[in-house]
């Protein structure tokens, strides 16, 4: 009986890219993940408004506190729902997860600095377009890290 021999080859970028985008899963996940983002969307900029209009608040530190209220959200639902990755380490996913937000919010924090510091822009306004502008690179970095399969 002849011995079975594996090879593990790595495809280029380009060629996993070209077959990711055929299967059906993964624009499902990405609309959960939409969907998601979402009601973390509407949750952070409710509590940046809150934050800025209500208490009074600088932008920057309303910004940082809408990011922390809507990333615990996230997590759980990303977890549950757009990756469904329940049996996997909850800790290490939280640790990964929560790095990711961190890029996604650094770019996020300093479009949004740009768009009202530089552009003169309302904040709320810029707070919207800036979370907008980051969530591809989310998704990319959870996908492929934080809840790679």
């Known amino acids: 009986m002849p011995e079975e021999l594996s090879t593990a080859v790595e495809l280029p970028l380009r060629v996993r890219v070209r077959h990711g985008v055929r299967r059906t899963h993964n624009w499902m996940q990405l609309l959960r993940f939409a969907a998601v983002g979402a009601s973390g969307y509407v949750v952070n900029l409710t509590v940046f408004a809150v934050c800025v209009h209500v208490l009074g608040l600088d932008y920057r530190v309303g910004s940082v506190i809408a990011f922390v209220v809507s990333v615990v959200g996230n997590f759980w ?70 809840f790679k399969a």
Do not use: C, E
């Open 77 to 146: 639902l990303n977890r549950h729902w757009t990756f469904s990755a329940r049996q996997r380490h909850p800790f290490r996913q939280g640790v990964r997860f929560f790095a990711v937000s961190l890029i996604a919010f650094g770019f996020t924090y300093v479009l949004l600095v740009a768009l009202v510091d530089g552009a003169g822009m309302i904040k709320v306004l810029a707070q919207a377009i800036a979370v907008a502008a980051s969530t591809p690179l989310s998704f990319v970095g959870q996908k492929l890290w934080s």
